[in-house]
């Protein structure tokens, strides 16, 4: 963990190390993922049984590559009662959530009788990634596809690699509570392919959303134009402002909460309080003994993490908007008045009793967020990533007379005579 | 040009070679792309200044790299009154139309006393790149930075090449109008690298917007991350929906005002008529021999026009849908049911009397619109290209009581006991 205080004299040189430092080692796996989609776009099910028997070491057949419905009941059946009654809370709050961000269309006819307007229609399919193994999410399921829904995507299909043909009922519960309507059992870029130009069995989707490893990010990125993708997030983070009011112990559990995710990860403190900053580092020290994920989010704190000591809390919100953290928890009694002030952020939570962790699952919000500074220019995952606008206009023969002459002399500006002439010979010009 | 019947037997075979068709050859420039970013990384402004002399024809000095404000008002002045004109009157339809989109903030506690919703802010700052030459078009710089300034965007960076020192007016002066802040006589790779990276003269920005040519789009695609940038554009296409109460000689002038953009712009008609698709190709070959750039809409139209008969123009629809036009005419006395009826498509434009070129110029909407079969998951340009949506969440001690036990259910079901105790130590669970 580094220590920094905006009040050294090389502050700015070590900040710009802080915000530069690269947290991922970039596989070069392009090569190999280039031959498995051409590979899945040329066989179809037969490449894509043959790389899950390769990679997942499983053997599938056309008929077992998607989970029947019975299989899926049988998995939600095998569920802890609690975990379902959590997951149906979460899915709950985050479709009232996200019912907000439905958008409304918009038409008028403006004064020289120009109809005009736009109007949202929902992807007609959408594919949804997401990984096996221990990154395998039931919150994330829901992150990604109840916003689907709610936008009235009508084909939602999952691919899930189940590594050895073990599955993660809970994630098989969370998509059918979210109303997912396929459930293929394969993954990696092959099933990034498949999703994309579609096989026997898998028909292909309009875009790809979900997280996944190197190789499905590189997928993502090569079959982007075929279809949409999401963006490709990189490991998470949390920013966390606050002053002697905070509680240390909460603050390190949610530094903590952070930094367990992945080494790459990385959880930093800003406070104008020395006290708070020295009994924080002290909490980390002792919660990270007891942490079953200890030896991962102590890598995380080492290194990535840090401490920053400013002279007022004020002074941080540049910081904050350099930094663009994905998470931003305010523990001070003026939280609302420093968040008014943060232009950079994926996410702000505020106050001592929000911390992160209840966005990530219960909250509302999506857990789906900019990381790596992202959000200097993006959002978070919402209702508007499944829908799109389509512009709409409509003269009557006066609106045309009336706009037609400048159209006619911008079309000729640009040496564009075939624009101006297709205006031009309604209007006998 | 290609003629289809959706009556015959092949037609479907017919219409996914249709589909499929690649009109660009994608030049292979992303070496030379990522050498020219290395080095304005490396030497900022000096690696400006070389490539500028090399492929600009033009030597400039730090002093000279961005236009002085004499020089635009200079520019401005050269331009005739009705040129002018024109572009005040479209900044104004453009603005109107845009200032609709700013979204809206949302904030609500529930029952559980969770205060939650998100906040829009601008990006803080938005370069626009804008190529020079032939395809240098001031209607482009109104549409790309008239949303930037809708949105809020407090800093708007242009980047426009002159080769040969020679410098468009009309894209000066549409700067001026639009509230463009900063003007830089650089373009290429090296003008992308100095918006994402910064070099003494030029302040990078959050987000890279505007058409290019390979080594732009190569180079946009590279910073991604760095920066957001917008779509990366393909060739322009248009589809026509038409009765036979359209008149021949307007399609053909629509087709061709497509046509004449570029070689591999594609123009289709879609007819439920006989006599409209013999009457429109009649036209079109008639029209060609008098239009400037005839060259390119004869190439374009030869090698990717195409009239398709439908036997009733609602069995259009579905192929509407899979070709996703980017413009989508519609003339026809059922124009609007049949708009009410398409999924896909960028821009929609109803009636004899809405030529697409309306829309490029003056109509209001954008005419920065998802190609190549992209309106299946894009919109168009707008003011939400320009803002990002920040979360809020709030939580009281009691609806964290309410909410937490659910938020440690589902932690430890994901085996990340650090975000189930994040939250268990402030209920003492």
Chains 1, 2 share one sequence.
Not at 319 to 328: K, N
């Amino acid at each position: 963990m580094q220590r920094l205080d905006s009040r050294d004299p090389d502050f700015e040189a070590q900040f710009a190390r802080l915000l530069s430092v690269k947290r991922e080692v970039a596989e070069d796996v392009d090569a190999a993922v280039r031959d498995i989609i051409r590979d899945v776009v040329d066989r179809g099910d037969a490449a894509l049984i043959d790389y899950t028997t390769r990679f997942d070491r499983l053997d599938l057949t056309p008929d077992t590559i998607r989970f029947s419905p019975e299989e899926i009941d049988a998995a939600t059946a095998a569920c802890s009662g609690d975990a379902l009654d959590a997951l149906a809370l979460a899915k709950d709050r985050i479709e009232t959530y996200h019912r907000a961000q439905v958008p409304a269309d918009h038409r008028e006819t403006d004064a020289l009788g120009v109809t005009l307007g736009w109007r949202w229609t929902a992807l007609e399919s959408v594919g949804l990634y997401v990984p096996g193994g221990t990154a395998s999410y039931p919150s994330s399921v829901l992150m990604n596809a109840v916003p689907a829904k709610v936008a009235g995507v009508p084909r939602l299909a999952m691919v899930v690699p189940t590594p050895d043909g073990v599955t993660n009922p809970l994630v098989l519960a969370a998509a059918k509570l979210a109303g997912v309507d396929e459930v293929f059992r394969v993954g990696g870029a092959q099933a990034v392919a498949a999703l994309a130009y579609g096989t026997a069995t898998i028909r292909p989707v309009a875009k790809i959303v979900g997280p996944g490893n190197a190789y499905v990010a590189a997928a993502k990125r090569r079959v982007f134009g075929q279809v949409g993708i999401d963006m490709i997030a990189g490991p998470s983070e949390v920013l966390i402002l606050a002053d002697s009011s905070a509680n240390p112990d909460w603050v390190a559990a949610d530094l903590l909460a952070q930094a367990e995710h992945d080494k790459a990860a990385q959880a930093i403190l800003v406070t104008d309080s020395d006290a708070l900053a020295e009994s924080v580092a002290a909490a980390v020290e002792g919660q990270l003994r007891t942490l079953p994920r200890t030896e991962i989010a102590t890598a995380s704190w080492r290194d990535y993490g840090a401490i920053v000591r400013v002279a007022r809390l004020v002074d941080a919100i540049p910081l904050v908007d350099r930094l663009a953290p994905e998470h931003l928890e305010i523990e001070s009694a003026e939280a609302e008045e420093l968040a008014a002030r943060v232009r950079n952020a994926g996410a702000i939570f505020l106050g001592a009793h929000t911390p992160e962790a209840i966005g990530d699952y219960v909250g509302g919000p999506n857990h789906v967020l900019p990381t790596a500074r992202s959000a200097r220019f993006s959002s978070g995952l919402g209702v508007l990533d499944f829908m799109k606008r389509t512009s709409l206009l409509s003269c009557t023969p006066e609106a045309l007379r009336a706009l037609g002459p400048a159209a006619v002399a911008l079309g000729r500006s640009e040496g564009l005579e075939g624009h101006a002439r297709s205006v031009a010979i309604r209007l006998n010009l």
